[in-house]
């Protein structure tokens, strides 16, 4: 019984030396799987959804640029966070999520501060929210599964987590490209539904990748 922890550690360390030594290819397979996820994203809504007609007038607005940008660092950070855990001794990053956090607190700031508070509940619920609860994770099954083949080439500590991860990734690139459709651009909307279905694909990665990146 005493010797199972010092296995562990070493079996941990035998994947962490293979990892060092394969690890620029890892990094290559895991951008690539970013590119492809984005690129998927964006040439699925595109054709189904459409880009909002009004983008040009609401990308001079505050709200719009806002939503994109919480949406957009979002996936960033995430991407780091998988990148991280996909390597067996790798420490996540801390820090990596502060920026759309701070996005979304200047952007509800902005709302609180420019509504009259019997406004906020309906924009809260906005017009769309059945179609985005849809929408994003549809629009996040191929990144997801993008990122999740890339990191089975990997050795991920802790393969729940690292699902987690991914999901959480792919429902950010998912939301960024489906930002570019949806006309709500209500800070409490884009917290409350785009939070749930970013969610919803973070709880669906986790699922898969306990079965498909344990070891």
């Keep these: 019984m005493t010797n199972g922890p010092m296995k562990t550690d070493d079996l941990v360390a035998i994947l962490a030396r293979d990892a ?26 595109v054709p189904t959804l459409g880009i909002r007609g009004d ?35 790798a420490e ?4 990596v999520l502060v920026v759309p956090v701070l996005v979304l607190l200047v952007a509800l700031g902005h709302e609180v501060a420019t509504q009259v508070p019997a406004n906020l509940s309906t924009r809260m619920i906005g017009r769309f929210s059945g179609v985005c609860l849809i929408a994003i994770p549809l ?15 990997a050795a991920p500590r802790h393969a729940v987590r690292a699902g987690a991860l991914a999901g959480l990734a792919a429902g ?13 651009d209500s800070p409490p909307f884009v917290v409350v539904w785009y939070g749930i ?18 070891w």
């Design 172 to 184: 950010a690139i998912a939301a960024t490209a489906y930002g570019l459709h949806c006309t709500d």
């Design 20 to 45: 060092a030594a394969t690890g620029p290819d890892i990094h290559r397979r895991l951008a690539t799987a970013f590119a492809v996820a984005a690129l998927a994203a964006v040439a699925l809504m």
């Design 55 to 89: 983008i040009a007038a609401a990308s001079t607005g505050m709200l719009f640029p806002l939503k994109i940008l919480a949406v957009a660092t979002l996936a960033v950070g995430a991407m780091a966070l998988v990148r991280a855990a996909s390597r067996p001794e």
């Design 92 to 95: 996540l990053p801390r820090g």
């Design 139 to 153: 629009l996040g099954l191929i990144p997801l599964a993008a990122i999740l083949a890339a990191m089975r080439e």
């Design 197 to 214: 279905a970013i969610t919803i694909l973070t709880g669906l990665g986790a699922l898969l990748g306990r079965r498909l990146l344990a």
